[in-house]
């Protein structure tokens, strides 16, 4: 994936290589450097002196600009790397079948995760880890090369106490920083009591229990005393050990140096020369071993992001097989046999066995009591998801072999909680019809009883509704979801309790508009109130997941006690009565009380 940016790379691992060749030679000058005072010479001196400023001048020179060299090309490399995988990521996410979002593990929390933290580590690793490697490996080689060379004697030794040199240096920054992220870990449980207690204060005051909560907080704290005087005995052996096994590492060389100088088999110069070269490569190879943690952090995240670039929606939207819809769609929905469950739950079936017809530019209607799979109903013909057997028909053929992208272009739904995207009422309606014209968007905002508020506001179109459309009220919303419906004309229309939110006046003038609009496209309603579907073509009774009864407002009255659909229109009037009852007799009782007053 990171593939174009090769260039980028080549310019990258030249900066490190050149970066991490420094350290080496640098220390070679600084060893050299001490010969300078067992000289005599004054002249001499400064003659050497002079030489040392202008290497270490001209070090520091390509320093820079290898370390700009290489930090500028690999965080290129790494921003456009996660630009690409966050948009590959999105890409693909929007893609996956809509049982997919219905898991735990990913929810909106997880996937916004995902888009920016997991993203980013792929790109510390691809880019900021991959230059200190290259780095680390070149200073690794060129200094022990260097040491070899220069007195291999003393340098097989310093080499081969390397592995305790950096495990020191390694377990003191790992302690100090594993140190610090498990206090936090610990001390989250007493930190989200705190927390809760801050934000939730007018509660804890209301029944005055701040004694409870601040007895609580102490236990809290418990776990993590113990764990801290447990890693407190770790990490002060973990930092002894690095600290001796540090100091007995010079020792052991000076002392095996001095040993060789008294044999006469090693110059002076030399042994600082291997000392200072090998000594700091050990610490720049320690640094190096730091990031083993985000190494491991950097795959786990290459693995999650992999998962989802790799995976394949069960439910394609453009699958280039699917059949491309030539003509308006008749409206012809039939669903034959299926059985159902949702993947989140499989245990809980919701259709065992469905079968029913909607014949073409008719309106249907379905009502039974909550649960019972009407709107699961919409779900299968929307295609969000596929009947475990059985089958979805339109117009004669099987969902499944229409381009579903093509085939929801057909369809319009508006669902029992409309949602509007963060931006402004214009552009709302608007979504999924970019093409229509401010004459369409304002006839369709008038059908959907919306113009009115709408030309009321200070912005009117253009005003901004806010994240999920806060800014607007539930009434609003659902007429701003039926205007970009309207707007769509489908030839399938879906409405979920599309009036559920709107007052009795608004109630009133949206079904008259959709009344007009249901003429001659095929319109299935989900309703609660029964007296909305009452001019249905025909009302299916939905109960247990399967279709109980279906026929005019009038044909399933007539059949009377035993009618499921009866039962519905009885048992909603009793409810009816009974709270219009019960008003009334809030309202006798506040005149009684206020006569009672006077």
Same mark, same amino acid.
């Given at each position: 994936?990171?593939?174009p940016e090769?260039?980028?790379a080549l310019?990258g691992c030249l900066?490190?290589?050149v970066?991490?060749a420094?350290q080496?030679?640098?220390a ?18 400064k003659?050497e002196?002079?030489?040392?400023c202008?290497i ?10 290898a370390?700009?060299?290489q930090?500028y090309n690999?965080?290129i490399?790494?921003?456009r790397?996660t630009?690409?995988?966050r ?9 996956f ?5 219905d898991?735990?593990e ?12 997991d993203?980013n580590?792929?790109?510390?690793l691809?880019?900021?880890?991959m230059s ?5 490996f070149?200073?690794?080689a060129?200094a022990?090369?260097l040491?070899?060379?220069v007195?291999?004697?003393v340098?097989?030794v310093?080499?081969?106490?390397q ?5 020191s240096f390694?377990s003191?920054s790992v302690v100090?920083k594993?140190?610090?992220e ?7 449980e007493g930190?989200?009591?705190?927390s809760?207690a801050?934000v ?6 209301a029944?005055s229990s701040?004694?409870?909560i601040?007895n609580l907080?102490?236990?809290?704290l418990?776990g993590p005393?113990?764990l ?7 990490s002060?052996?973990?930092?002894f050990?690095?600290?001796?096994l540090?100091?007995?590492?010079v020792?052991?060389t000076f002392w095996y140096?001095g040993?060789?100088?008294n044999?006469?088999l090693?110059r002076?110069?030399?042994?600082f020369?291997?000392?200072?070269i090998?000594m700091?490569?050990?610490k720049?190879?320690a ?6 943690s985000?190494l491991?952090k ?6 999650s992001?992999f998962a989802?670039?790799?995976r ?7 699958n280039?097989e699917?059949?491309?819809?030539e003509?308006?769609?008749r409206g012809?929905i039939?669903l ?5 469950s949702?993947p989140s739950?499989?245990e809980?079936v919701i259709f065992?066995d +469905?079968s029913?017809?909607i014949e073409a530019?008719?309106t249907? $209607? *379905?009502v039974?009591?909550s649960?019972?799979g009407?709107s699961? @109903?919409?779900?299968?013909i929307?295609r969000?998801?596929?009947p475990?057997?059985?089958s979805v028909?339109i117009d004669d ?6 381009n ?5 272009s057909?369809t319009a739904?508006v669902?029992q909680?409309?949602i509007?995207?963060?931006g402004?009422i214009h552009?709302?309606?608007?979504y999924g ?6 004459s369409e968007i304002?006839?369709s905002a008038i059908?959907?009883v919306?113009h009115?508020?709408?030309s009321s506001m200070k912005?009117?179109y253009?005003?901004?509704c806010g994240?999920?459309?806060?800014q607007l009220?539930?009434?609003?919303k659902q007429r701003?979801?039926?205007a970009?419906?309207i ?8 409405l979920?309790?599309?009036t559920?939110? +709107?007052?009795?006046l608004?109630e009133?003038l949206?079904?008259? $508009? *959709?009344?007009k609009m249901m003429?001659?496209?095929t319109?299935? @309603?989900?309703a ?6 009452q001019?249905?073509?025909c ?8 279709v109980v ?8 009255l007539?059949?009377g006690?035993?009618g ?7 048992l909603q009037?009793v409810?009816s009565?009974e709270r219009?009852?019960?008003?009334i007799?809030?309202?006798?009782k506040?005149d ?5 007053m006077?």
């Amino acid at each position: 994936m990171n593939a174009p940016e090769w260039k980028k790379a080549l310019l990258g691992c030249l900066g490190a290589v050149v970066f991490g060749a420094i350290q080496p030679i640098h220390a070679y000058f600084m060893g050299a450097m001490v010969s300078l005072y067992f000289l005599d010479d004054s002249s001499k001196i400064k003659s050497e002196t002079r030489f040392y400023c202008i290497i270490y001048l001209s070090l520091g020179v390509i320093c820079f600009f290898a370390s700009i060299l290489q930090h500028y090309n690999f965080a290129i490399m790494g921003e456009r790397l996660t630009k690409r995988v966050r948009e590959k990521i999105l890409e693909n996410v929007l893609t996956f079948e809509v049982g997919w979002f219905d898991l735990d593990e990913n929810t909106s929390a997880a996937v916004c995760a995902m888009l920016s933290t997991d993203a980013n580590i792929v790109r510390s690793l691809v880019g900021d880890r991959m230059s200190l490697v290259v780095q680390a490996f070149t200073t690794v080689a060129l200094a022990f090369l260097l040491g070899l060379i220069v007195a291999w004697r003393v340098a097989s030794v310093t080499v081969a106490i390397q592995p305790f040199v950096i495990a020191s240096f390694y377990s003191k920054s790992v302690v100090v920083k594993k140190m610090s992220e498990n206090a936090q870990k610990a001390q989250n449980e007493g930190s989200q009591l705190a927390s809760e207690a801050v934000v939730n204060h007018r509660t804890i005051t209301a029944f005055s229990s701040q004694k409870r909560i601040v007895n609580l907080f102490p236990a809290t704290l418990k776990g993590p005393q113990k764990l801290s005087i447990k890693q407190s005995w770790f990490s002060g052996v973990g930092l002894f050990s690095s600290q001796f096994l540090k100091t007995a590492s010079v020792a052991l060389t000076f002392w095996y140096g001095g040993t060789l100088m008294n044999k006469g088999l090693l110059r002076a110069t030399d042994l600082f020369l291997v000392f200072f070269i090998l000594m700091s490569t050990g610490k720049n190879v320690a640094d190096a071993g730091t990031m083993t943690s985000d190494l491991s952090k950097g795959t786990n995240a290459v693995k999650s992001t992999f998962a989802i670039l790799d995976r394949k929606s069960k439910i394609e939207p453009n699958n280039p097989e699917g059949s491309k819809i030539e003509k308006p769609l008749r409206g012809k929905i039939e669903l034959k046999n299926v059985f159902f469950s949702y993947p989140s739950r499989p245990e809980q079936v919701i259709f065992q066995d +469905l079968s029913l017809k909607i014949e073409a530019g008719k309106t249907v $209607a *379905l009502v039974g009591q909550s649960g019972s799979g009407k709107s699961t @109903i919409f779900s299968l013909i929307e295609r969000f998801y596929d009947p475990i057997k059985g089958s979805v028909v339109i117009d004669d053929h099987d969902v499944k072999s229409y381009n579903l992208r093509d085939l929801r272009s057909h369809t319009a739904l508006v669902s029992q909680e409309p949602i509007l995207f963060a931006g402004t009422i214009h552009e709302n309606i608007v979504y999924g019809t970019v093409d229509a014209t401010e004459s369409e968007i304002r006839e369709s905002a008038i059908l959907a009883v919306a113009h009115e508020f709408i030309s009321s506001m200070k912005d009117g179109y253009q005003t901004y509704c806010g994240e999920r459309g806060v800014q607007l009220s539930g009434g609003q919303k659902q007429r701003i979801a039926l205007a970009r419906a309207i707007l769509k004309n489908p030839s399938i229309l879906l409405l979920d309790e599309a009036t559920s939110a +709107l007052d009795c006046l608004s109630e009133n003038l949206v079904q008259e $508009a *959709l009344e007009k609009m249901m003429v001659g496209r095929t319109c299935v @309603i989900v309703a609660h109130h029964l007296s909305t579907i009452q001019k249905a073509d025909c009302i299916m009774v939905i109960k247990n997941g399967k279709v109980v009864e279906e026929g005019s407002h009038h044909e399933l009255l007539a059949v009377g006690d035993r009618g499921a659909y009866y039962s519905l229109i009885k048992l909603q009037h009793v409810h009816s009565f009974e709270r219009a009852t019960s008003r009334i007799r809030v309202v006798e009782k506040f005149d009684l009380s206020q006569n009672e007053m006077n």
